[in-house]
């Protein structure tokens, strides 16, 4: 092996110390700033997307909840915080995952236990709903609540259109299923389509409605388009989405998540602080754009409009 | 790996750039409609993440034959550690508002949080015999024997994110793949070592 003696070495070749320092603090400089960005964005591409949250909602009027100590929720946070799991189950890539998703032409089928089954297209449904302003507390199984202004019809003016006969007791609702266009049906997250059910006089109660916009405008695909329900006093999976069939049957009808858990999700899940979720507490809420939590209200607040439904009903047992 | 100390420092100021995000996202309003649940979740798997860096260390270290891996092992580990109490924070504050009662009540009556809270409270040992005068002060065997509860951290950090899970359990099922994977690896190391041991390349061959 060489070696060179130090003599050999011309004092003009070596690297001035200086030189050498400045040279390694830039390499290091460089790896720092090379890793550094190359964590940064393995971070934003698996962190789940954040869509911008904001007080405004797009140049869209501000509405007045009509709820004394409650503001209407920002446009951009009900269309960026979706449960949604036909397009995923990140409630934040919802809207992404749903943005192309083709809702005309669309028919609703109306049949089961009535005298005048009939399909409807999207049209025929907003002629006979003649949608107007809803402003409901909208509280999700998870914990977290929004106000809503939804444009919608009681539902109860469908169903007198279709004359339920004397049978019918409750009413059973399904979302299209199509792969094809709700990508994250190919998953078996859960069993498809989604389906829920409704007791006749809930489906009949003036605060269920069927929505077909939201902020005056057309219903976004990730909020349900083109067509959905919205029962205020229920869990928001309750208030099942994009729905192409309405059967009116004799027998309680299969409600997706209480087939999926029924011990977690009851066929009935009317909002009650006093009935805990088996893995978390039901007693307050975090209202989305707030920083505290709120009380969670019986009924989600509305009360005085339904707790007579279920006069007589131990609501531990139907929960 | 010649210059360990910065290739330390590389390590120290990564495993901070989420955190910081994190920081310049909220302070932005960018952490979309629920930044409190956002920041709760993200601390949580960032906790799992360098706890499955940090025991991923010694079967890289053994497979590749790497030994400096190991000096960056406390590091991670305390990193891990370091976003746990980050997590277990948000959650006292966001969710609890620091209402200790509340936080007892919560964990006696719901099981993903008091697995969550088992998982924080078994690294604390953990965190606290992580300095090198409490490893000689220790002895290094019975010191390796207490960090094997980081095996029993793990399971309980990936359970807790299992249990709370709605109905798509992929990401949880994945941590938990993972670690299964890094404990298989140990079992063998264990019992077949010759599969797993491979010494760092000698020099020279031994002197006859």
């Known amino acids: 092996m060489l070696i060179k003696k130090t003599d050999d070495i011309k004092s003009s070749e070596i690297t001035d110390k200086k030189v050498y320092l400045s040279r390694r603090t ?57 449960n949604f799991y036909e397009f995923s189950t990140s409630k934040r890539a919802v809207a992404e995952e749903a943005e192309n998703f083709v809702t005309r032409p669309w ?37 977290w609540s929004m106000v809503i202004p939804w444009l919608g019809f009681p539902l109860s003016r469908l169903l ?38 409704l007791r006749m006089d809930e489906a009949l109660h003036p605060l269920t409605i069927l929505a077909t916009g939201l ?25 099942i989405k994009s729905i192409v ?75 | 790996m010649k210059d360990i100390r910065f290739a330390r420092f590389v390590v120290f100021i990564n495993a901070l750039v989420p955190l910081v995000m994190l920081g310049w996202d909220g302070y932005h309003r960018n952490l979309g409609a629920n930044p409190l649940e956002f920041v709760t979740h993200t601390t949580g798997t960032l906790t799992l993440v360098f706890l499955l860096i940090s025991l991923a260390v010694t ?38 508002f620091f209402n200790a009662s509340a936080v007892v009540e919560d964990t006696l009556k719901r099981p993903f949080i008091a697995v969550g809270i088992l998982g924080f409270f078994l690294m604390v040992p953990l965190a ?37 899970v709605k109905a798509d359990t992929r990401l949880p099922v994945t941590f938990g793949a993972v670690l299964a994977i890094l404990l298989a690896y140990r079992l063998i190391n264990k019992y077949l070592p010759h599969l797993t041991e491979k010494r760092p390349a000698r020099a020279e061959a031994p002197p006859q």
Not at chain 1, 43 to 64: C, E, H
Not at chain 1, 117 to 141: A, F, N
Not at chain 2, 128 to 134: A, E, F
């Open chain 1, 215 to 239: 902020y005056g405008e057309l219903l976004p695909p990730q909020n349900g388009a083109p067509v959905r329900l919205v029962v205020p006093w229920k869990y928001g999976f309750k208030s």
């Open chain 1, 160 to 197: 007198s259109q279709v004359e339920p006969r004397s049978q019918a007791r409750y009413v059973h609702f399904e979302t299209l299923f199509d792969p094809a266009r709700m990508p994250n049906q190919n998953r078996a997250v859960l069993p498809w389509p989604y389906e829920e059910g």
């Open chain 1, 245 to 319: 069939k309405i059967n009116l049957v004799e027998q309680e009808p299969a409600a997706t998540w209480n087939v999926v858990a029924p011990q977690e999700y009851g066929f009935y899940s009317n909002v009650n602080p006093n009935v805990d979720h088996p893995r978390w507490s039901q007693a307050t809420e975090r209202r989305i754009g707030e920083f505290g939590r709120r009380e969670t209200l019986m009924f989600n607040g509305y009360g005085d409009e339904v707790a007579h439904l279920y006069s007589g009903m131990d609501l531990k047992a139907y929960y």
């Open chain 2, 59 to 96: 079967p890289l270290r053994k497979i590749l034959g790497l030994p400096w891996l190991i000096r960056f092992r406390r590091m991670i580990g305390l990193y891990a550690f370091f976003y746990g109490a980050l997590h277990l924070t948000a959650y006292v504050w966001f969710d609890k």
């Open chain 2, 128 to 164: 606290i015999t992580s300095t090198n005068r409490m490893v000689k002060r220790i002895g290094g065997k019975r010191w390796r024997q207490l960090h094997r509860v980081v095996y029993l951290a793990a399971a309980a950090g990936v359970i807790h994110y299992w249990m709370l």
């Open chain 1, 26 to 82: 830039f390499m290091r400089g460089a790896v720092l700033a090379a890793t550094t960005t190359a964590t940064g964005l393995l971070y934003r591409q698996l962190a789940v997307k954040t869509p911008p949250s904001s007080d405004v909602s797009n140049g869209r009027p501000a509405i007045s909840s009509g709820l004394p100590g409650e503001k209407a929720t920002p446009y951009e946070d009900i269309t960026n915080y979706n």
């Open chain 1, 107 to 143: 028919a609703v089928e109306v049949g089961g236990l009535v005298h005048k089954p009939g399909t409807y297209d999207l049209d025929d449904l907003i002629k006979l709903g003649q949608p107007e302003e809803r402003i409901y507390r909208l509280r999700c199984v998870e914990g």
